[in-house]
């Protein structure tokens, strides 16, 4: 199966780290990539490659994976960092070519 | 600027057919696939299908097949999404977005149309 779990929402205070995970079978076989979506706007990619920062993305994200899980990090966060956050893989082998996680709702307290 | 343009907010009724386009710019439009992201009132992403401007090959996810075609018209640089007859559960935000244009990216979106909302109500 190719389907991408991740929590429904996570708060964090400013100024501490924030970790919203990914996890599904897949994700030992295919990278995975991270997406930031604030309100009524387009999706901006944060993560390439489970590691990789996109271009002008802030130091703060950071991005690791380890078996069926994925993790999207954020250190330092800050109040601009509010958005909702989906994982996202390739997977030529199913239905389903490209999948996004069921998104999570980030909150800073 | 490389850039996606989408084709502005639509209100129609049930059973009427519509059309929506994704101008690219800034870039070789036929190098890179070009795909479509619904994202229902208060849902998630969801990939609806995607397609080779080159050579206008298609591939949808089971869940839309059937129901939507896209296409595309490379002379203008344009994709479309297309319904023959929509539903009131069309209503939602499309979102068109192109793959990346090398090795590391090309599996991730880095580049995004604005979206266009879609109502649908008798």
């Known amino acids: 199966s190719s389907d991408l779990t991740q929590p429904a929402s996570v708060s964090v205070a400013p100024g501490q780290t924030a970790r919203i995970t990914c996890s599904g079978h897949?994700?030992?076989?295919?990278?995975t990539y991270w997406y930031q979506q604030k309100s009524g706007q387009a999706p901006v990619l944060m993560i390439y490659?489970?590691?990789e920062r996109a271009s002008g993305i802030p130091e703060r994200f950071s991005g690791s994976s380890s078996g069926t899980t994925a993790t999207l990090t954020i250190t330092g966060v800050q109040a601009e960092d509010e958005a909702d956050y989906y994982c996202?893989?390739?997977?030529?082998?199913?239905?389903?070519?490209?999948?996004f996680g069921t998104g999570t709702q980030f909150t800073v307290l | 600027e490389v850039q996606l343009v989408q084709s502005g907010a639509e209100v129609k009724k049930p059973g009427e057919s519509l059309k929506i386009s994704c101008k690219a710019s800034?870039?070789?439009?036929?190098?890179?696939?070009i795909v479509w992201v619904r994202q229902m009132p208060g849902k998630g992403l969801e990939w609806m299908g995607r397609?080779?401007?080159?050579?206008?090959?298609?591939n949808y996810s089971p869940s839309f097949e059937g129901h939507v075609t896209i296409s595309v018209d490379k002379s203008i640089t344009t994709a479309y999404l297309q319904w023959s007859s929509l539903k009131a559960s069309d209503t939602a935000l499309y979102f068109c977005?192109?793959?990346?244009?090398?090795?590391?990216?090309?599996?991730?979106?880095?580049?995004w149309g604005q979206g266009t909302m879609l109502t649908v109500s008798s």
């Open positions: 800034g870039y070789i439009f036929t190098n890179s696939f």
């Open positions: 977005a192109r793959p990346g244009t090398t090795a590391s990216l090309i599996d991730a979106f880095d580049l």
């Open positions: 490659k489970d590691t």
């Open positions: 996202q893989i390739a997977d030529s082998r199913g239905p389903h070519f490209y999948v």
């Open positions: 397609i080779d401007p080159h050579t206008s090959y298609t």
């Open positions: 897949a994700l030992s076989q295919q990278y």
